[in-house]
């Protein structure tokens, strides 16, 4: 099997009747390099991660919205992880959407504007984490579902002039970077096992020394940009610096996201969350 018979094969299959060892195994027995571009999480940059809470009650601690550690629980696929991996999922921010907690909503709520009824009143506990340290992630940026979204089109391009005539711009890895980026964008999802291809993508680049993915937020239109990293980068190069606990309102038929509670006093080893009542920032 070549690359170009792992796309066809790949783009053809019923993903729930084949494993995710199978295929691995296969790209790696055949020798198929995937190419893979990259960009830096820089220092002093922000991820943010949030977690829908019940009852309006928020979380009161770091473990309890930072990656998860009950491994033996997690039992699907995600865009970035297989069964049992836990991985990191948050947001950061770009020029269309500058407070990354729109696209949190937007990703937990599984699209806003179509169930905006049952989902007026979800709150979400959020994490602001800071980058201590820069390191580098593989961008999922190669896609042409995502060139309608301007800081979208400009990074395509922008690889496009870098590929052009070096050898991992030949047409075949041109091919499997698109391929692989499409896995990223994709919108039909039917069961947890259409993010199997994507998943092995984000688990060859952590093989390959990269601490994650970097993909456009299929939910907000491509507007928003994920990150998905592992637990290891998590401790080594972001350090938890704020928490807010957010409420999804519906204002004059709009949805507005609506700020309830801050805190900056995250207590020992960020365990026991001071919270400060807010008289209400919003997001639209």
């Known amino acids: 099997m070549n690359a170009e018979d792992l796309i066809r094969f790949l783009r053809r299959s019923d993903l729930s009747k084949v494993t995710y060892s199978k295929i691995f195994s296969s790209i790696i027995k055949n020798g198929i390099q995937l190419p893979i571009l ?19 009650s928020p979380f009161n601690s770091e473990s309890e919205i930072s990656y998860r550690t009950d491994s033996e629980n997690i039992a699907k696929y995600g865009r970035a992880n297989r069964p049992f991996q836990s991985m990191f999922y948050g947001s950061v921010p770009t020029p269309d959407v500058k407070y990354p907690t729109k696209t949190l909503f937007s990703e937990l709520l599984q699209r806003v504007e179509l169930s905006i009824e049952e989902d007026i009143g979800k709150t979400m506990t959020v994490g602001r984490w800071r ?32 590929l052009a005539g070096k050898e991992i711009g030949s047409e075949m890895n041109r091919s499997l970077l698109t391929f692989f980026s ?65 409420k999804l309102i519906l204002e004059k038929g709009v949805p507005v996201i609506l700020q309830t509670h801050f805190s900056e006093k995250l207590g020992p080893f960020n365990s026991h969350f001071e919270w400060v009542e807010q008289e209400g920032e919003k997001y639209r």
């Open 131 to 162: 980058v201590i340290k820069e390191f580098e992630v593989a961008d999922s940026c190669y896609s042409q579902n995502y060139v309608s979204v301007e800081d979208n089109k400009d990074r395509y391009e922008y690889w496009e002039e870098k």
């Open 38 to 56: 990259t960009s830096l999480i820089r220092k002093g940059g922000i991820v943010q991660r949030g977690r829908l809470t019940e009852g309006g």
């Open 182 to 246: 499409d896995m990223f964008s994709r919108t039909d999802i039917k069961s947890h096992h259409d993010y199997k291809v994507s998943s092995i993508y984000s688990d060859y680049a952590i093989r390959k020394g990269l601490k994650g993915v970097l993909y456009p937020s299929v939910k907000t239109d491509y507007h928003g940009k994920n990150i998905a990293i592992t637990p290891q980068t998590v401790e080594e190069h972001l350090e938890l610096i704020q928490v807010g606990v957010f």
